[in-house]
């Protein structure tokens, strides 16, 4: 019963927590399905018997069995959408720091603009290229 009670507390903490962060800007589905899982949650802590039930249900030897597959799919599921999403930022921020570089360079022949090139450099380039 005493587990009960701080499993319980738990879910309710992580689900304030994730509540408060999510601010106005969070979307409607993500609510709902943190609010599912809260319910799911609270249901297998007060009735640790329905995964028995849900194991034998779909052909799987134990509850606890079944709660690891579950886990196991979800996590796959996180890391798979994680990874989708640093790509996409990390593809944002190269194009961003391309796009201030090139803002940043000045324009040739204009007042105050220095040389791309070293005066010196220029000449190790041109042999280099056979001019």
Same mark, same amino acid.
């Given at each position: /019963?005493? @587990?009960?009670? $701080? +499993?319980? !507390?738990?879910?309710a903490?992580? &689900?304030?927590?994730?509540?408060?962060?999510?601010?106005?800007?969070?979307q409607?589905?993500?609510? $709902?399905?943190?609010?599912?899982?809260?319910?799911?949650? !609270?249901?297998?802590?007060?009735?640790?018997? @329905?995964?028995? &039930?849900?194991?034998?249900? #779909?052909?799987?030897?134990?509850?606890?069995?079944?709660?690891?597959?579950?886990? @196991? /799919? #979800?996590?796959l599921?996180? /890391?798979?959408?994680?990874?989708?999403?640093f790509?996409? $930022?990390?593809?944002?921020?190269?194009? +961003?720091a391309?796009? @201030?570089?090139?803002?940043? !360079?000045?324009?040739?022949?204009?007042p105050?603009?220095?040389?791309?090139? +070293?005066?010196?450099?220029? &000449?190790?380039v041109?042999?280099? #290229?056979?001019?």
């Open positions: /019963m005493l @587990i009960q009670i $701080l +499993l319980l !507390v738990g879910i903490l992580v &689900a304030a927590v994730l509540l408060r962060r999510a601010g106005a800007r969070h409607a589905i993500r609510r $709902l399905a943190l609010v599912a899982f809260g319910a799911f949650a !609270v249901t297998s802590v007060i009735f640790p018997n @329905i995964w028995n &039930a849900l194991a034998r249900l #779909v052909g799987v030897g134990r509850g606890s069995d079944l709660l690891l597959y579950g886990t @196991i /799919m #979800v996590l599921g996180y /890391m798979a959408t994680s990874y989708i999403r790509r996409e $930022l990390e593809n944002r921020f190269t194009k +961003l391309r796009r @201030i570089a090139l803002d940043e !360079v000045p324009a040739p022949g204009k105050g603009s220095s040389s791309a090139v +070293l005066p010196g450099a220029q &000449a190790d041109d042999s280099a #290229v056979g001019l």
